[in-house]
């Protein structure tokens, strides 16, 4: 077997979905109106008739039956929310399941809805038709529902309008929701899918139960019966197809046959291959004598609802969520299930190959990102530190111009001589020369402080305790400043120990530090008892009490 994907009944701009309505105006007057023959939504059901000639699919509120041939709209008409359709034999009327629980059925000849009854009080999932199934002497249509009854609806004659219509025979409690129903070939049982995740297999003359297969984990959405009675397939939102034995109830095999749910399983017909459909977008199909995946199909780019097999197996449908209905015709070249294994693979493979290279990518584009980070944050702390060694040399230059003046002036008055003008200051902007440096330092963020300290030499540190003498003696920013301190004393102690007058630098700021940060200790004491006398005068003025965490207050809201 292998399958080809026609040029059918499928959406020409996946974009825009089926049945796009093309206007085309001119000064207001509408010269053109063409209209799709696809649906207006994603279709949700899909059959095929008896000879294979038609094929109907049934979207969110409209049916349409296309020829096979050249895959025209043969029909259209409105209906309910479609969830499943049978072609009744001779293939002149089709029967309708919504997901209201109404039973429409519609003569295609005449273009004209025969009958509309309310079968069910919740939505029909699924339809099973046989042509004379034990129990009956006419054909037999049963149907499954969310409201946990299946019922059997025979067809008879309707003489006042020279038609047919159904006739409730029996209707039958189960103890969950019905997800999907098929009678088996030779008519004598009948499968129910339930929402606990069971199969129930009866007996159709009596209906009394005959197995109870179970070992699916989620609820089973599909089942079918082999056309020799000897299998019976169902597919679960577990992702799991099993196969089981109808003549025991026993589980063949169990295949892990799709990435997200099974949606829909069917037999080719007088065979043991099925073909599965799953929210995966996938398309499978698989020979269950062997339990081998035969081969895949090009998915549909949304989940697959709904599939149909012809009645030879020489081409099949599948309705989608993408709004595109595929037919698949088969071909007369030649599968080898070794080489499909062998492609199936090999695709792993180079998909593993490229998720596992993405990644990598990803994580070096990472590293990289943050390595780029660690340079940029190394260059703004160098440059941080650069600032400050600037900084300090500046000072430095403007004390030496103060010293030469000073010697300068002094040499002037004793010769009686004018004193020669002071160095301009103007650069300062009336801060004092180590003022100058502190403010550098200020500006920088306090995150950065330490890491920009690194790349000062030893020599500036030296330069910089003479000026944090100054800030603590004058009482200036003695938080910064003891930061500043703990940093230099823990980096650079043993080449501060190693000299007498750094030691003694920091003998003399050992109290002078001490008093003021006891300073800065009484400002904020101060400030804290500010703000609980304004909180407590707050609430004396308010009628109702302020409570001092109001997260309490909204958490009883």
């Known amino acids: 077997?292998?399958?080809?994907?026609?040029?059918?009944?499928?959406?020409?701009?996946?974009?825009r979905g089926l049945g796009d309505v093309y206007k085309r105006q001119v000064h207001g007057e509408e010269l053109l109106v063409l209209?799709?023959?696809?649906?207006?939504?994603?279709?949700?059901?899909?059959?095929?008739?008896?000879?294979?000639?038609?094929?109907?699919?049934?979207c969110g509120d409209e049916g349409k039956v296309w020829s096979t041939d050249d895959f025209q709209c043969i029909r259209s008409f409105p209906t309910g929310y479609c969830t499943s359709a049978l072609f009744l034999p001779k293939d002149r009327f089709i029967l309708i399941a919504d997901k209201a629980g109404f039973l429409t059925l519609f003569d295609l000849m005449k273009s004209e809805r025969v009958q509309s009854i309310q079968g069910h009080a919740s939505a029909i999932w699924s339809l099973a038709l046989h042509k004379s199934p034990a129990g009956f002497d006419r054909?037999?249509?049963?149907?499954?529902?969310?409201?946990?009854?299946v019922k059997l609806w025979s067809i008879g004659a309707d003489s006042k309008r020279a038609t047919i219509r159904l006739i409730e025979e029996k209707s039958l409690n189960m103890v969950e929701e019905v997800n999907a129903v098929r009678f088996s070939p030779d008519g004598r049982l009948y499968a129910v899918a339930l929402l606990d995740s069971t199969v129930k297999v009866n007996y159709a003359d009596s209906d009394r139960l005959f197995l109870s297969l179970y070992g699916h984990k989620?609820?089973?959405?599909?089942?079918?019966?082999?056309?020799?009675?000897?299998?019976l397939i169902s597919g679960s939102a577990d992702k799991n197809v099993k196969i089981w034995g109808l003549d025991f109830g026993n589980c063949q095999r169990s295949l892990f046959a799709h990435t997200e749910a099974v949606t829909t399983v069917q037999f080719v017909k007088e065979t043991h291959y099925f073909l599965s459909a799953g929210r995966d977008h996938a398309i499978k199909f698989w020979d269950a004598d062997t339990f081998q995946l035969v081969m895949d199909f090009e998915p549909h780019l949304g989940e697959v609802w709904a599939l149909a097999i012809?009645?030879?197996?020489?081409?099949?449908a599948t309705a989608s969520n993408d709004r595109s209905t595929k037919i698949f015709r088969q071909t007369r070249e030649q599968v080898f299930v070794q080489e499909e294994e062998e492609k199936r693979h090999e695709k792993i493979v180079v998909e593993k190959y490229a998720e596992e290279r993405l990644a990598r990518e990803e994580e070096e584009e990472e590293k990289a990102g943050e390595t780029q980070a660690v340079t940029r944050r190394?260059?703004?702390?160098?440059?941080?530190?650069?600032?400050?060694?600037?900084?300090?040399?500046?000072a430095e230059g403007l004390r030496e111009q103060f010293i030469e003046y000073e010697a300068t002036a002094l040499a002037a008055r004793k010769a009686g001589s004018p004193a020669p003008?002071?160095?301009?200051?103007?650069?300062?902007a009336g801060l004092s020369i180590p003022e100058s440096v502190l403010e550098v330092i200020k500006g920088i963020n306090p995150a950065d402080l330490e890491n920009s300290l690194k790349f000062l030499h030893f020599s500036y540190i030296e330069k910089l305790l003479i000026y944090i003498r100054y800030y603590v003696a004058n009482g200036i920013a003695p938080e910064l400043t003891a930061r500043l301190l703990d940093y230099i004393i823990s980096t650079h102690e043993i080449n501060i120990l190693n000299s007498k007058r750094l030691t003694?630098?920091?003998?003399?700021l050992q109290s002078g530090l001490r008093n003021g940060l006891a300073r800065e200790a009484d400002v904020i004491g101060r400030n804290v008892s500010s703000l609980k006398l304004m909180l407590s005068e707050l609430k004396e003025q308010r009628a109702d009490p302020l409570d001092d965490d109001i997260f309490k207050n909204r958490a009883s809201f």
């Open 1 to 15: 077997f292998f399958f080809q994907a026609e040029d059918g009944i499928r959406d020409f701009c996946l974009s």
């Open 35 to 58: 209209e799709k023959l696809g649906h207006r939504t994603a279709p949700r059901c899909v059959v095929l008739s008896n000879d294979d000639s038609m094929l109907f699919t049934g």
């Open 139 to 149: 054909i037999a249509v049963m149907s499954g529902s969310a409201d946990k009854l």
């Open 218 to 231: 989620l609820p089973v959405l599909s089942l079918d019966i082999s056309s020799d009675g000897a299998l």
């Open 310 to 316: 012809s009645s030879i197996g020489d081409f099949f």
């Open 378 to 394: 190394r260059f703004e702390n160098l440059k941080y530190g650069d600032e400050i060694m600037a900084a300090i040399d500046r």
């Open 421 to 428: 003008p002071p160095p301009g200051l103007e650069r300062l």
């Open 504 to 508: 003694n630098i920091l003998v003399e």
